[in-house]
């Protein structure tokens, strides 16, 4: 566990790196939770087991002991100061997280140099009928991976060429669908399989 300092206060970093690592996922909260979110922990051990290390990054507000999240400008820009310090791995990078973690994933993709990105829990639309976020997964030129609750009552965000949406038991907390979230991630990081070859290198197609 490390503290980055950002403009906003520190960021906390968590690591969890396997032996010969392939890639690195890097892996944000949700905006009322934390890093051991069950679908986050599901997607950490989901994406070690397949040669890929983790990053899960806890934002400046978290760290800081509040609950309520910062502006969207300030996560990113927190997030992008954490990446950056991880620049030098030469490692291919993917992104995600969960819910507003996903968000700012998308947000920041290419300025931060990832290769994929994995949302989990998508918030495509607040409940009440406010304006869909689908655009933000729309910029992302770079394969994705979503994994939505069935239920979700923030909707479920379609499929699209380079996005791939698997539905999973449950709702946006995705924890009554714990192995088929598993799955989901494993199996796109899979050499052969998904995402990722065994060198680490995106895949054609």
């Known amino acids: 566990m490390t503290d980055v300092e950002t403009a906003y206060g520190p960021a ?3 690591t969890h790196p396997v032996d010969d690592p392939r890639a690195v996922l ?5 905006a009322g939770g934390g890093v051991g979110a069950p679908d986050l922990v599901a997607a950490t051990e989901a994406a070690r087991s397949t040669g890929v290390s983790v990053v899960l990054v806890e934002q400046p507000y978290r760290v800081a002991g509040r609950r309520s ?11 992008t100061a954490v990446l950056a310090t991880l620049a030098g791995d030469e490692l291919p990078l993917v992104v995600g997280g969960r819910s507003a973690g996903a968000r700012v994933a998308c947000r920041t993709a290419s300025a931060v140099g990832a290769v994929a990105v994995l949302c989990l829990a998508f918030p495509l639309r607040p409940p ?5 976020r689908l655009a933000e997964l729309d910029a992302v030129e770079l394969p994705t991976l979503v994994v939505q609750g069935e239920r979700d009552p923030f909707g479920i965000p ?13 709702d ?3 924890r009554r669908g714990l192995d088929e979230v598993r799955d989901a991630v494993a199996t796109w990081f899979q ?3 998904g995402l990722l070859d065994s060198a680490g290198r995106p895949q054609p197609g």
């Open 12 to 14: 906390r970093v968590h």
């Open 26 to 30: 890097v892996l944000g909260h949700g």
């Open 69 to 79: 999240p910062a502006p969207a400008r300030q996560l990113d820009a927190a997030w």
């Open 128 to 132: 009440g009928g406010r304006a869909s």
């Open 158 to 170: 379609p499929p699209a060429p380079k996005r791939t949406v698997v539905l999973v038991p449950g």
């Open 172 to 174: 946006h907390s995705l």
């Open 191 to 193: 050499p052969g399989r």
